[in-house]
């Protein structure tokens, strides 16, 4: 497994400061959004590129410190835990804004942090001449935000925060180009279909807190899940195992983040967009929020063999799919679309045979090559 229950907890005490690392981009967002347009207008694109490079590459830095702090540590101890601050603490409900780094968000923060700077940098010479610049990486810096919220969140209230906040960003960017039909068709499905999993991870979310919470005391934080599997055992709802039939909703969820069948229609109209733009959101990062899901609650999924055995065949079905569409494209772009979803695919069938390092493994290559 990718990730086991964890006997110690390793608090950060101004180390790697986890919070710095989502928040950083965050900064970068709200200067471009707020005074982007003076910006631009005194100093040209490469002010608000400068601002929207230089924060993320940032983050880039403190991951790979992280990193290093994370790897000095013993195997059972590589945990950190930055407490943010209260959020919601209702009735039996206590979830914090809370990020942590576990050798699993290790990995994705740097393939986000890492890409996601290289992109941005990329995208000043992209840009070249777009009197909205500012919009554009106000846009691209809030989208890295979001995922490093998604990947860092030490529950599932905060991967879901995260969650949203890509498939929004997606939207932005993918229609950036708004005076064309085009593209603001194709960012509008991508919304759409993005909309109709995330209802499905919505109820799997649900479905694991009442349950918990009629056993005993209900809880999203991810440590505290991973020790409470037994209590799913005997739980059903409507003839089915709640296990089962929670973790098939969070699936639903990931069929539509990672363009799996049949929620998989967006992704190739999404190309429409500007190139960095699919660079970024649809070979690097936000497609494979999905896979990641999965490996963070691999302890769920590994407990519901039937839905272990619905991931592997969806995947399979989906990289066969999609590599046979791609062959009778003539767009290079619906080309690399339809890849993805294939080799996403080969990420989801890796998963459903309980192969996660693979298929972290596999997300990481995707991301390079991609």
Request: glycine share 10%; proline share 3%.
């Amino acid at each position: 497994m990718i990730i086991e229950h964890q006997a110690h907890e390793v608090i950060t005490h101004g180390t790697t400061m986890l919070r710095w690392i989502p928040f950083l981009p965050l900064v970068g967002a709200a200067i471009n959004f707020l005074l982007g347009t003076r910006i631009q207008k005194r100093f040209g694109r490469a002010g608000v590129a400068l601002i929207a490079c230089l924060l993320p590459l940032a983050s880039f830095g403190l991951s790979v410190r992280g990193f290093f702090e994370l790897k000095a540590l013993p195997a059972a101890e590589r945990l950190f835990i930055d407490h943010v601050m209260p959020w919601i603490h209702l009735g039996g409900m206590n979830v914090d804004i809370a990020f942590q780094l576990d050798p699993l968000s290790a990995v994705m923060i740097l393939v986000v942090t890492g890409i996601g700077s290289l992109i941005h940098i990329y995208s000043y010479g992209y840009m070249d001449e777009e009197p909205a610049a500012w919009r554009f990486f106000a846009l691209l810096n809030l989208f890295t935000f979001a995922m490093l919220t998604l990947v860092l969140g030490d529950n599932l209230l905060i991967m879901f925060v995260g969650w949203e906040g890509v498939g929004l960003c997606s939207w932005a960017l993918i229609g950036f180009w708004h005076s064309d039909h085009t593209n603001t068709t194709a960012g509008n499905k991508a919304f759409i279909v993005n909309r109709i999993g995330d209802f499905g991870f919505m109820l799997g979310i649900f479905l694991i807190y009442w349950t918990l919470e009629a056993a005993g005391g209900g809880t999203v934080v991810f440590r505290e899940l991973a020790g409470r599997v037994a209590d799913f055992d005997g739980a059903t709802i409507w003839g089915i195992s709640v296990l089962t039939l929670a973790t098939l909703f969070l699936f639903v969820g990931a069929t539509g983040k990672s363009a799996q069948i049949p929620l998989y229609v967006w992704l190739p109209d999404a190309m429409a967009g500007p190139t960095p733009v699919s660079a970024l959101i649809h070979a690097a990062t936000m497609v494979t929020a999905g896979v990641y899901m999965i490996g963070r609650l691999n302890f769920l999924f590994s407990a519901a063999p039937l839905t272990m055995e619905i991931v592997a065949t969806v995947g399979a079905a989906t990289a066969f799919l999609a590599a046979t569409i791609g062959l009778a494209q003539n767009d290079i772009k619906k080309v690399l679309a339809y890849s993805t979803v294939s080799q996403l695919g080969y990420m989801f069938m890796a998963m459903g045979v309980g192969a996660y390092a693979a298929g972290i493994f596999h997300l990481v290559t995707h991301a390079f090559f991609k």
